[in-house]
């Protein structure tokens, strides 16, 4: 009995999802090795709603991301199973000029850095312009580019007069917001945004974080939002997924994940791994032992070995999942419980 | 409490095109013996270039440097290559500042045969038990010890960077971003190995981080710098129970909490950091703060005691 793959799933109506990702699973290859990135996960994003996947370096946040965008480095990334569905349709096997039809103009991403994303020789307003004329077929206005270019500056907040400049002449913040620009160029209907302020400052991280959720607002866009931050992920989220390993070990609303009691051994070795800004504690929860190599992952549970509650049974079986709701967990403790 | 380390009036400017970058403009801060100063502020606002400054990676303009009451400007460089055994750093990025030619037995000798204190004083032998026990001291195990950095992932590599600044016995340390680029539960770990080891050796850190969750938990005293003034410094829960600075303030609130209750809290902080070249009189925030009025524009503010050990540097108070 293997659940993993229906820990995502609500079963809502096939008509208020945008994208649905089935069981799927991601390797990437080397000569010697094949690394298990992404290891069957399943979630469905409806119309204008945010989903948040957290998770540390090599939870596969990123693979499943790059997938989504069918970006995958060609000669080493293979997705081995599973669907991904935008509105009903499979894009896993789409060939290159279909998807650069449905890249940046149905499906766009923000990226971490904004200074290696950012065409050095280019000004800022040409690499908006840019995104605009790939794609003016299919959004059907080739007239007004320049001024189409100018609103969206006045959107994200940059003076159009700077649309002259070159990304070396912006700040960290104000290159984010020319990328947000370029990904909501064409009002795409789901946006992934890769941890879009990890490389910010606080202040201007806040900023960001406004700008976003006031264009959301505004052109009910669906959002996967990607960060290993999770006072971001509660601003921005209204459902999250926690990763370990390449699986979803933990999916649900934001209050679910934030209030509930209930919740998966690494869920609360996350949240008692950061030091609050409103509570004392002498000693930090740290997680022991590292992430487990993805050439090599461990059978049954992937966090066995770093896991607390560790029991016989989590060494040999992956765990069933515990449902409660729009709250799913995939372990064994809750599991034996009894609940389902 | 006397001072293990004071700075007094510490400056220092970059020459660049277009005049003086101010990098440390008049920084005075001390951190007394096994305490830790947190230093908190964005990208630009010399809190990095303060930490160089005091164990001489770069050299202070004006201003005293003083450690065990003795003034480190005024030592020639012999003198202060032998205070360096006092003295050391642990980077931000450890698979930058190690060199990826060298083992881990390599990278953590070097100190060791490097400063010219301990010169015919360890045997080769002597240096490999000095190793292996500095290796358990952070937690790292003894099968690595001819790994290189790049088999090693980002925390075994800080804890070698930790290693070596342990090598000397140094009594202070300063960390700049040691944990900034960990996950969080490996964050977490160095976090505990380093107020462990400060118990244990009773080191005194200067904790150089923009994180302000971190710097809560691991400082007692805490510096807000902003463009190259400490604007403001207090004990660690007086600063985050009662900020006083408006910047202060506007930061406090910028940090997004993983918890429901702080949800829709909106923080309202404009605009982002003036230019650091030449910059005008008056308080460096005044463009930013809501509170701004003529006066601030006008003089500079110097840090004004309000009791209790918090100083705060505004037209407010």
Request: glycine share 10%; hydrophobic share 40%.
């Given at each position: 009995m293997r659940l993993i793959p229906d820990l995502g799933i609500r079963g809502i109506n096939m008509d208020d999802r945008?994208?649905?990702?089935?069981?799927?699973?991601?390797?990437?290859?080397?000569?010697?090795?094949?690394?298990?990135?992404?290891?069957?996960?399943?979630?469905?994003?409806?119309?204008?709603?945010?989903?948040?996947?957290?998770?540390?370096?090599?939870?596969?946040?990123?693979?499943?991301?790059?997938?989504?965008?069918?970006?995958?480095?060609?000669?080493?990334?293979?997705?081995?199973?599973?669907?991904?569905?935008?509105?009903?349709?499979?894009?896993?096997?789409?060939?290159?000029?279909?998807?650069?039809?449905?890249?940046?103009?149905?499906?766009?991403?923000?990226?971490?850095?904004?200074?290696?994303?950012?065409?050095?020789?280019?000004?800022?307003?040409?690499?908006?312009?840019?995104?605009?004329?790939?794609?003016?077929?299919?959004?059907?206005?080739?007239?007004?580019?320049?001024?189409?270019?100018?609103?969206?500056?006045?959107?994200?907040?940059?003076?159009?007069a700077r649309g002259r400049e070159f990304p070396n002449q912006f700040s960290g913040g104000m290159k984010q917001r020319v990328m947000i620009a370029i990904a909501l160029a064409c009002n795409p209907e789901l946006l992934i945004a890769d941890e879009p302020t990890s490389a910010l400052d606080v202040t201007i991280q806040a900023q960001v974080l406004n700008l976003m959720a006031d264009l959301k607002k505004k052109i009910n866009t669906s959002m996967i939002m990607i960060s290993h931050d999770l006072g971001v992920v509660v601003k921005t989220c209204d459902r999250v997924a926690i990763m370990y390993a390449g699986e979803i070990v933990e999916i649900g609303a934001v209050e679910d994940i934030y209030a509930d009691v209930k919740h998966h051994p690494y869920t609360e070795g996350l949240f008692g791994a950061i030091p609050d800004i409103h509570t004392k504690v002498s000693r930090l929860n740290a997680i022991d032992g590292l992430m487990p190599?993805?050439?090599?992952?461990?059978?049954?549970?992937?966090?066995?070995?770093?896991?607390?509650?560790?029991?016989?049974?989590?060494?040999?079986?992956?765990?069933?999942?515990?449902?409660?709701?729009s709250h799913s967990i995939a372990c064994h403790l809750l599991v034996k419980e009894g609940d389902e | 409490m006397t001072p293990l380390f004071e700075l007094k009036n510490v400056k220092k400017y970059f020459r660049v095109s277009g005049g003086m970058l101010h990098a440390v403009d008049d920084v005075s801060l001390s951190i007394p013996k096994a305490g830790?100063?947190?230093?908190?502020?964005?990208?630009?606002?010399?809190?990095?270039?303060?930490?160089?400054?005091?164990?001489?990676?770069?050299?202070?303009?004006?201003?005293?440097i003083l450690f065990d009451d003795v003034d480190l400007r005024k030592l020639n460089k012999k003198e202060m290559h032998l205070r360096r055994t006092d003295m050391q750093m642990i980077f931000q990025d450890p698979l930058a500042c190690l060199n990826a030619r060298r083992n881990v037995f390599e990278l953590i000798s070097e100190p060791l045969t490097l400063n010219p204190y301990y010169w015919h004083k360890l045997s080769k032998p002597d240096i490999t038990e000095k190793v292996v026990s500095l290796m358990d001291i952070v937690g790292l195990?003894?099968?690595?010890?001819?790994?290189?950095?790049?088999?090693?992932?980002?925390?075994?590599?800080?804890?070698?960077?930790?290693?070596?600044?342990?090598?000397?016995?140094?009594?202070?340390?300063?960390?700049?971003?040691?944990?900034?680029?960990?996950?969080?539960?490996?964050?977490?770990?160095?976090?505990?190995?380093?107020?462990?080891?400060?118990?244990?050796?009773?080191?005194?850190?200067?904790?150089?981080?923009?994180?302000?969750?971190?710097v809560k938990h691991i400082s007692s005293e805490i510096a807000v710098m902003y463009l190259g003034q400490c604007v403001e410094k207090a004990t660690a829960d007086e600063l985050f129970q009662n900020p006083l600075h408006p910047y202060t303030k506007a930061l406090l609130d910028a940090v997004p909490v993983p918890n429901l209750a702080y949800r829709d809290k909106v923080s309202a902080i404009r605009g982002e950091l003036s230019n650091p070249i030449n910059p005008a009189p008056g308080c460096r925030f005044a463009l930013r703060c809501d509170n701004c009025s003529d006066a601030c524009t006008q003089a500079d503010f110097r840090l004004k005691d309000m009791g209790g050990g918090h100083f705060v540097a505004c037209s407010l108070y």
């Open positions: 945008l994208l649905v990702i089935e069981n799927l699973k991601i390797e990437y290859h080397s000569d010697s090795n094949v690394f298990h990135a992404v290891n069957g996960i399943s979630f469905e994003l409806g119309y204008k709603e945010t989903i948040g996947l957290v998770g540390e370096t090599g939870a596969g946040k990123t693979t499943t991301a790059l997938a989504i965008m069918q970006l995958l480095p060609e000669r080493t990334g293979f997705i081995t199973d599973g669907r991904i569905l935008f509105k009903g349709e499979n894009i896993i096997g789409k060939d290159r000029a279909e998807m650069q039809k449905i890249r940046g103009a149905s499906i766009s991403m923000i990226f971490q850095d904004p200074l290696t994303c950012l065409n050095p020789l280019m000004t800022v307003g040409e690499q908006i312009k840019e995104a605009l004329e790939i794609h003016k077929e299919s959004i059907g206005s080739v007239e007004h580019i320049d001024q189409q270019v100018n609103q969206l500056f006045e959107m994200v907040g940059i003076p159009p190599d993805p050439a090599n992952l461990p059978t049954g549970c992937k966090f066995s070995p770093r896991c607390g509650h560790c029991m016989g049974i989590c060494k040999t079986t992956p765990p069933g999942v515990w449902k409660s709701g | 830790t100063l947190g230093l908190v502020g964005e990208s630009g606002c010399g809190k990095s270039t303060l930490g160089r400054l005091c164990i001489r990676l770069l050299e202070a303009d004006d201003g005293e195990s003894k099968r690595f010890i001819s790994s290189y950095p790049h088999e090693l992932d980002g925390g075994r590599r800080q804890r070698i960077g930790i290693a070596r600044a342990l090598a000397v016995n140094p009594k202070f340390i300063v960390c700049d971003e040691p944990v900034s680029a960990l996950d969080v539960s490996i964050q977490a770990q160095i976090l505990n190995l380093l107020m462990d080891l400060q118990e244990e050796m009773g080191l005194t850190y200067m904790f150089i981080t923009h994180n302000l969750s971190v």
